[in-house]
């Protein structure tokens, strides 16, 4: 199985500030990569498709990028709705695998 | 509006089996692979299985292979997960999740899943 590892694993941040999260995958998965947010109680909302394709009704200020093993998401000016969890996953292979989440917080 | 909804989640006991269902509205079910993911408690999520449009191909994760099933009722726009065997590292939040557009030659994206329902295996 590709392993996906994302960093940091718990990351204190403010309103208004720029933040990036790192995922790292365990060979090369070309650029077949998604981004969720997830809140407590809630399933998983997509952000991100194809390493940098913004969903639908995403706010512009998350972007993707990245290609191969190293991934990143990236939030231009953090909202108080952003504080919640995020997940990557590969899906260059059928077992398609995440990342272990990455918690958002207020500092 | 696209809508998943499961159920059928609840407390069993080592060995026992439980049905998850998943009820979608809002889409042309019939037109979407489904898939169902868990999430153990403090733990990331976990593709467990999933299943194309007419139901003739079926994928597992290895350690639910033989004893779990899933299957899909297009015609109550339903999708469903028997769970057979359980065990402990069973318990988890089960979630349902469309399929994206934008797919690999042999995987996909999520982009509409449920809030799931949560599985519970103890004695």
């Known amino acids: 199985d590709i392993q996906m590892t994302q960093s940091p694993s718990t990351l204190s941040a403010s309103v208004g500030d720029r933040v990036t999260i790192t995922c790292r995958a365990s060979q090369s998965i070309s650029s077949w990569l998604a981004w969720y947010q997830q809140k407590p109680g809630k399933g998983p909302k997509l952000l991100i498709y194809k390493a940098s394709g913004l969903e639908s009704g995403v706010p512009s200020r998350f972007s993707g990028s990245g290609s191969g093993t190293e991934f990143t998401l990236t939030i231009s000016s953090l909202q108080p709705d952003d504080f919640a969890t995020y997940h990557c996953q590969q899906y260059k292979s059928y077992s398609r695998t995440f990342g272990q989440g990455t918690k958002l917080e207020i500092k | 509006e696209v809508q998943l909804v499961e159920s059928g989640g609840g407390l069993v006991q080592p060995g026992g089996s439980l049905r998850l269902s998943c009820a979608a509205s809002g889409f042309t079910f019939r037109s979407y692979w489904m898939t169902w993911v868990r999430q153990a408690p403090g733990k990331g999520l976990e593709w467990v299985a999933n299943?194309?449009?007419?139901?003739?191909?079926?994928y597992y994760e290895d350690s639910v292979k033989g004893r779990f099933t899933i299957s899909r009722d297009n015609a109550k726009n339903s999708l469903y997960l028997q769970l057979n065997s359980l065990r402990a590292e069973d318990t988890a939040v089960y979630s349902c999740?469309?399929?994206?557009?934008?797919?690999?030659?042999?995987?996909?994206?999520?982009?509409?899943w449920g809030q799931g329902t949560l599985v519970t295996v103890s004695s």
């Open positions: 999740a469309r399929d994206g557009y934008y797919c690999s030659d042999t995987s996909c994206y999520f982009d509409y």
């Open positions: 299943i194309n449009q007419d139901g003739s191909e079926k």
